[in-house]
């Protein structure tokens, strides 16, 4: 079946620092990869995604490479701000229209100054 | 950009009580969806409709959940009789035709059963 495994929060982080938070996959096919947000006291925001194997998403300083080989989606940022505090959700569709996203269960980022 | 509306943020009810969580999906978006996330937890799909039936629903959407789009904009989510677990964050989608292309989340209704 597919499944998507996220990295323990939460993560407390100070200004400037470097992120990674680990995405694991398990899928049939070819899925498509996604990282949303959510920001305190607002819905789920898509932050990037990526719909093939080597293809880097990027948004906002964020990035992640979908890794076939690992299986993996890591989102990463050189320098997190203040304002990146949220929590993310790694997400997966495995590829036919109107399929649910998966999502994982979600990594806390505090980031202080 | 476009949003997805949900209303209202926040509903409190009775154990056994009906309630109707509402959501104006994106206007010319073909697939709707609900999501919950239980505190703590994942989120979890729920169901998703297309051509105003039901395309997918998960085990936790049984005889107590339905869905409706009544009048070709709204798409309602109706507990019949609700459970203390079904306390969570209930999140409205819509999306396009294509399984790539964005989903639009709501920003949540808070259910507490009491």
């Known amino acids: 079946g597919n499944s998507v495994t996220q990295m323990e929060g939460p993560v407390t982080l100070s200004e400037e620092a470097f992120l990674t938070i680990n995405c694991t996959y398990t899928?049939?096919?070819?899925?498509?990869l996604f990282w949303y947000v959510q920001y305190p006291g607002e819905g789920l925001q898509l932050l990037l995604k990526a719909t093939k194997a080597d293809d880097k998403g990027s948004n906002k300083g964020f990035e992640a490479t979908y890794r076939k080989e690992t299986t993996s989606f890591h989102l990463e940022k050189g320098s997190v701000q203040v304002s990146d505090s949220a929590v993310y959700f790694c997400a997966l569709s495995p590829n036919q229209a109107g399929t649910a996203l998966i999502f994982g269960k979600g990594t806390t980022l505090s980031v202080s100054s | 950009e476009p949003e997805v509306t949900q209303t209202p943020s926040h509903q409190v009810t009775q154990m056994g009580q009906e309630v109707i969580l509402r959501c104006v999906p994106i206007s010319n978006h073909l697939y709707f969806y609900w999501y919950r996330q239980i505190l703590g937890q994942k989120v979890e799909f729920l169901v998703s409709f297309y051509n105003n039936e039901i395309s997918e629903k998960s085990e936790i959407f049984d005889d107590q959940f339905s869905v409706e789009r009544p009048d070709g904009s709204n798409f309602t989510l109706k507990i019949r009789s609700t459970k203390l677990e079904d306390s969570a964050m209930y999140f409205c989608a819509s999306g396009g035709a294509s399984a790539n292309e964005k989903l639009f989340f709501g920003s949540g209704t808070q259910l507490s059963v009491l």
């Open positions: 899928a049939t096919g070819y899925p498509s």
